[in-house]
């Protein structure tokens, strides 16, 4: 906790107001798009100060810039961290923490169920540079405990998981992690803020690809990784080198998702809840894979360390991915596209979406069957969603 004026605030009213008590230039009520690369200073030891860090202000927005400053504090409160640092994609924080925080000879333990864009940096990246990556199979928490036990410089968790939804119990993973020394980061981005704070369980270091739920409108990318001021400002350094900045626009157009998202994330925590009860029934589906349905295995957990169960959720068909390409086609309310958490219903299989940069091998190595279907619900109508599933399941 960081004990500040935020402490008693409830999400929502931090999502609009956070960043933004005061107005803005000529008395603007909404955060200006600065778009200047650079800033003047006509008194040069001001200038200086901006450069060293004692002063407030800005030099160049590859490194700092006052729209992407809102976007990044709005964050802060709402992961109730101690600092933040943004960047141009989710991708890049997440590959920016492991090579700005590793080096080599350390070690980091994992899950088998990160993003696949995370599993390709474990995988291939790190091992070039001589960092030894475990990744645990995600259902076993005793193995992910006692593999942290063994020793490890970095815990990297994601719960719940893309794209089968398997919950971590955070508590116990990075009570783990702690005793062992390392830095523990939680990819945060299928709960939101609004689900789920890992900071407030003991994380040093909470990860959002703001390009989806923070974001809502599935118009702009970025990234964000809330924390400890020490470990983020070493983040912040590295960023300002590697250049992946978050550019201006894309930071207003996150901080206008961000208005929202209290109002979004309640309303596809149920989307999702029901659309999952309706599945779990249908005799078409194999499986369906969300936290939120009392006889899925994360379920205990997820019901003490969240507070809504994600508007995401996944599911498998009979018949394999002949039958996926029967569904898909079918479904009227939903883009069938490599994205999730925006406002509308957003479906696809994971070797098109999150996996895609993997060979059906390393998928089935993750556990993730050929016949699943990821499925990022929307505001929508949810009596409207159902009926379109359920004509699309009984046309295959």
Not at 113 to 122: M, N, R
Not at 231 to 251: C, P, Q, V, W
């Amino acid at each position: 906790m960081t004990n500040n004026k935020w402490d008693d605030i409830k999400p929502g009213t931090k999502a609009v107001w956070a960043g933004e008590e005061k107005s803005f230039l000529e008395g603007a009520a909404q955060v200006p798009v600065v778009n200047s690369v650079s800033y003047t200073h006509d008194d040069v030891d001001e200038w200086l100060d901006v450069a060293l860090g004692e002063r407030k202000g800005h030099i160049y927005s590859r490194n700092t810039n006052p729209t992407v400053d809102v976007f990044e504090e709005k964050m802060r409160v709402l992961e109730d961290a101690e600092a933040a640092t943004s960047f141009s994609t989710g991708m890049a924080a997440i590959s920016g923490i492991m090579f700005a925080l590793l080096s080599p000879g350390q070690r980091v333990v994992s899950v088998k169920d990160t993003y696949g864009g995370t599993s390709v940096v474990f995988m291939e990246h790190l091992p070039r540079f001589n960092i030894n990556v475990t990744m645990c199979e995600t259902h076993d928490q005793d193995a992910i405990e006692a593999e942290a036990l063994k020793g490890c410089d970095l815990l990297y968790l994601e719960t719940p998981t893309n794209p089968t939804m398997k919950v971590l119990d955070l508590q116990r993973l990075i009570a783990a992690g702690k005793k062992v020394g390392a830095i523990v980061v939680v990819d945060n981005t299928f709960a939101t803020p609004i689900n789920q704070n890992p900071l407030a369980l003991g994380a040093d270091l909470v990860v959002h690809s703001a390009t989806k739920f923070i974001g809502g409108h599935s118009d702009a990318l970025g990234g964000i990784v809330c924390g400890s001021k020490d470990l983020i400002d070493k983040l912040y350094s590295f960023r300002e080198i590697n250049g992946a900045t978050l550019d201006a626009h894309s930071a207003y157009l996150l901080l206008r998702g961000l208005k929202t998202l209290k109002l979004r994330i309640d309303q596809q925590n149920s989307n999702a809840l029901a659309l999952a009860t309706y599945l779990e029934a249908h005799p078409k589906v194999e499986q369906v894979f969300y936290p939120g349905l009392e006889n899925d295995p994360g379920y205990n957990i997820a019901k003490e360390q969240m507070r809504g169960f994600s508007g995401m959720l996944s599911f498998s068909l009979k018949g394999g991915f002949e039958k996926v390409r029967e569904f898909l086609p079918q479904i009227r309310f939903a883009h069938r596209a490599a994205h999730l958490g925006g406002v509308e219903t957003i479906i696809g299989p994971p070797r098109t979406t999150s996996h895609v940069e993997l060979s059906e091998a390393d998928r089935q190595k993750l556990g993730i069957p050929e016949s699943l279907i990821r499925c990022s619900v929307g505001i929508e109508d949810i009596g409207d969603i159902i009926a379109d599933f359920d004509q699309a399941l009984e046309s295959i």
